[in-house]
């Protein structure tokens, strides 16, 4: 089973509308037709109207997706400040991230709730891009395997089909740090996330999911990743804010540079 290689642009609280939108069409000008694999940003909820207009005036249109970065599961209701499935969709988004630990960390999201807001995503035809990794303490303690697969069932638990789901495995102490996994531990981890799928899914399911990488990807450090058989794209914070560095991400990964 070949699955296509996929680059997310995490921006987290960075970039205006109009930074958002030089940014597009800095990196209009940097795309070729070789690049391989699939390409999202996921810029902050305020600018994906306008990074959605960029990228129509563009020849990025057909070639990037939008995912939003946070989502209530609601679809609506009394939560100030919040964005539901309906109207990430309504601006294009056909993913969402899901449980990242600056999510879990800075405003405390539990697995259950986030075990929502994946039912939500998944109920409301977007794909969730779930995120899922251990804490240096809990690395050290050797307790990766468990916690990894205890947050995919956590998250899992109610959901009897995950057709479309993304899963980012992002070691909490990678991220930010410029300290990234070691491609071969991290592609073990992998390795067990997919086999936890095919138990509870099927094989098939398993051999399509897409499984990435997330924790201080660079463009020097992507290409060790993408030559793990499981390791199936990556998710970009602080590298993939500079569309050369992004761009590059995405050459390098396919090993074509
Ligand atoms: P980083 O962030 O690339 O800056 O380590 C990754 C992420 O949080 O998704």
Not at 36 to 63: D, W
Not at 170 to 181: S, Y
Not at 215 to 227: A, D, H, Q, T
Request: charged share 20%.
């Amino acid at each position: 089973m070949t699955r296509r290689p996929l680059y997310i642009a995490n921006w987290k609280m960075h970039k205006t509308g109009t930074e958002a939108v030089a940014y597009v069409t800095e990196m209009a000008g940097l795309m070729s037709e070789s690049l391989v694999g699939e390409i999202i940003l996921s810029p902050p909820t305020i600018a994906l109207a306008a990074v959605g207009e960029a990228l129509k005036m563009t020849v990025l249109l057909n070639r990037v997706g939008l995912a939003g970065q946070n989502v209530h599961p609601e679809p609506k209701g009394p939560y100030t400040g919040e964005v539901s499935v309906p109207m990430l969709a309504e601006h294009g988004c056909r993913n969402v991230i899901v449980g990242h630990s600056e999510r879990r960390t800075h405003f405390g999201e539990n697995d259950q709730f986030i075990a929502r807001k994946v039912q939500a995503v998944l109920e409301g035809g977007l794909s969730p891009i779930l995120c899922i990794g251990e804490r240096l303490e809990e690395k050290e303690r050797e307790e990766t395997k468990a916690i990894v697969l205890n947050q995919l069932e956590a998250a899992l638990r109610e959901i009897p089909r995950v057709d479309g789901l993304i899963v980012a495995y992002e070691p909490v102490w990678a991220i930010g740090t410029g300290k990234n996994a070691e491609p071969a531990d991290a592609a073990a981890v992998h390795h067990d996330i997919r086999g936890w799928i095919s138990r509870q899914y099927g094989e098939e399911v398993a051999s399509m999911l897409r499984i990435l990488y997330g924790g201080s990807v660079i463009p020097e450090n992507i290409l060790g990743f993408m030559k793990e058989e499981d390791i199936d794209g990556a998710l970009v914070g602080g590298a993939s804010l500079v569309p050369s560095q992004f761009v590059q991400i995405v050459r390098n990964g396919s090993g074509t540079s």
